[in-house]
T-cell receptor, first 113, second 114 residues
Framework: AQSVSQHNHHVILSEAASLELGCNYS??????LFWYVQYPGQHLQLLLK??????LVKGIKGFEAEFIKSKFSFNLRKPSVQWSDTAEYFC???????????FGKGTKLSVKP | DTEVTQTPKHLVMGMTNKKSLKCEQH?????MYWYKQKAKKPPELMFV???????INESVPSRFSPECPNSSLLNLHLHALQPEDSALYLC?????????????FGPGTRLTVT
């Protein structure tokens, strides 16, 4: 079965710092990958997705992610974070034909103003 | 409209109560999902409905009973729950097909079992 690893449990950054959150999935083949964000007290929102094509994917709010097949990775990046980016970030991969989402354990991002 | 709605937002129930959670979407999605999310943990899949038929049951105890009355509605019936069932229950929906599709999540129902 697929699994997803997120390397950082809690990341603390100052505003304007650059962000990179790691995500690795367990096995290859065709994969559908996602990053979701959960702001405090709000529901899960899709940041970006990768199905095929250009491995550099741009999402909302200035986020992007790079799919590197050889490394089974899908890292999330943002050049300059803002206080409003404080949230929990989940990497997820689809398993099976039913669209079953497997989530990583999440990374809590705290941005200091 | 990319909204998934869930009611109620909060629910407190005793261990002998029967209650239901409701989820609705009007995006024409034919797959709907129930997830359970404990504090500081990722969502865990409970059930998947595809074309109104239960296609995945992730070994969920029978005190949770899902129902999909039509393509827009998804219910989760609760009976004789335990305190450890207290969690945020999330509903999601997506298109169905060979190509993967993203899931849209509702705000969740925060359930407390006393």
């Amino acid at each position: 079965a697929q699994s997803v690893s997120q390397h950082n449990h809690h990341v603390i950054l100052s505003e304007a710092a650059s962000l990179e959150l790691g995500c690795n999935y367990s096995y290859g083949g065709t994969v559908n990958l996602f990053w979701y964000v959960q702001y405090p007290g709000q529901h899960l929102q899709l940041l970006l997705k990768y199905f095929s094509g250009d491995p550099l994917v741009k999402g909302i709010k200035g986020f992007e992610a790079e799919f590197i097949k050889s490394k089974f990775s899908f890292n999330l990046r943002k050049p300059s974070v803002q206080w409003s980016d404080t949230a929990e970030y989940f990497c997820a991969v689809v398993e099976g034909s039913q669209g079953n989402l497997i989530f990583g354990k999440g990374t809590k991002l705290s941005v200091k103003p | 409209d990319t909204e998934v709605t869930q009611t109620p937002k909060h629910l407190v129930m005793g261990m002998t109560n029967k209650k239901s959670l409701k989820c609705e979407q009007h995006m024409g999605h034919r797959a709907m999902y129930w997830y359970k999310q404990k504090a500081k943990k990722p969502p865990e899949l409970m059930f998947v409905y595809s074309y109104e038929k239960l296609s995945i049951n992730e070994s969920v105890p029978s005190r949770f009973s899902p129902e999909c009355p039509n393509s827009s509605l998804l219910n989760l019936h609760l009976h004789a729950l335990q305190p450890e069932d207290s969690a945020l229950y999330l509903c999601a929906s997506s298109q169905v097909g060979i190509q993967g599709y993203e899931q849209y999540f509702g705000p969740g129902t925060r359930l407390t079992v006393t």
